[in-house]
């Protein structure tokens, strides 16, 4: 569904079939390895998010969503 309605950013691996949590690393590695070949200085920034979802406005949620034309069997 969310793949099906693009709700995530194309980078994103979280949520996506045939994603995992390897793809990210692998990535994450990747990019990093990539700027070093070219010279590039590299920092990176992480948080956890996982708290934030207990604050966020459930009918504004669903109201975004029903504006992307997502099926209300799924909203429920």
Known sequence: MIGHYKLIAGAQCGG???YATTDALLSF???????WNYSKVTS???FNI???????NHNRLIAEM????????YLR
Do not use: G, M, P, S
Not at 50 to 56: A, L, M, N, S
Not at 67 to 72: F, S
């Open 16 to 18: 996506r079939v045939n």
């Open 29 to 35: 590695v990747y990019n990093i390895q990539t700027a």
């Open 44 to 46: 990176a920034l992480t």
């Open 50 to 56: 996982k708290e934030y979802f207990d604050f966020v």
């Open 66 to 73: 029903q504006k992307q034309q997502i099926l209300l069997e």
